[in-house]
């Protein structure tokens, strides 16, 4: 990645993340939160204005799902974009096994250098494509993040998932509605008979993250 002025400063962490995430941890995000604040932004990937509140907004609301995922789990990221949730999530759990999926190249090549220099390529893969479009995943646990609409949403995951595969999607306080309108398709994968709400970093963050969450039965 090219030299920057650090213009683009990351704030510090919020306390409560250290207490529930570990000072390690917190230090791994730190540094992925240092690149989005500065290549993330030359690029495009994410903007200025998100610098100040890149740990709320994007870092630990990332890293709350990690709650939700079993050990030693493989996990597709839908449509990752600049590595969020799934570099937030292989930097908070070591476990993980994780593959990024996102079409665009310039995306791609942002999270192939960030993966180099967060030291997770032993963890971490990336497929550049269409979620529609790429070889199945065969994970146990898909996730995305303001991608699209539930609709659309599982009909792009769940076919990454493995038979007894589970998406979890963030989403916000409409989730009851689009778990609704994507009745259908959740139908068409089985995944329609146990879909939940989960709520994840109850006790650390400000506004906790709600998860849809659906198991793919065939």
């Not at 999530?89 to 180099?116: H, N, S």
């Amino acid at each position: 990645m090219s030299d920057l002025p650090e213009s683009n400063e990351l704030p510090p962490p919020p306390p409560a993340a250290i207490a529930a995430l570990g000072a390690d941890t917190v230090e791994r995000l730190a540094a992925y939160g240092r690149l989005l604040a500065t290549e993330g932004v030359v690029r495009g990937l994410i903007g200025p204005r998100e610098v100040p509140r890149l740990w709320d907004r994007h870092l630990l609301n990332c890293a709350a799902p990690a709650e939700a995922i079993p050990p030693g789990a493989r996990v597709a990221d839908i449509g990752s974009g600049a590595g969020l949730p799934g570099l937030v999530l292989a930097l908070v759990r070591d476990d993980l096994k994780i593959i990024l999926v996102e079409p665009l190249q310039r995306r791609c090549d942002f999270l192939i250098e960030a993966i180099d220099q967060l030291g997770l390529a032993k963890r971490v893969t990336v497929r550049r494509g269409k979620a529609d479009i790429v070889e199945p995943c065969q994970a146990d646990i898909v996730t995305s993040r303001a991608v699209s609409a539930l609709e659309q949403l599982a009909a792009w995951s769940l076919p990454h998932a493995k038979i007894g595969g589970r998406l979890l999607a963030l989403k916000g306080q409409r989730a009851p509605e689009e778990i609704a309108a994507a009745g259908p398709v959740l139908a068409k994968w089985g995944a329609d008979t146990d879909v939940e709400i989960v709520t994840c970093g109850q006790t650390w963050l400000e506004q906790p993250v709600l998860l849809v969450r659906a198991t793919r039965r065939r």
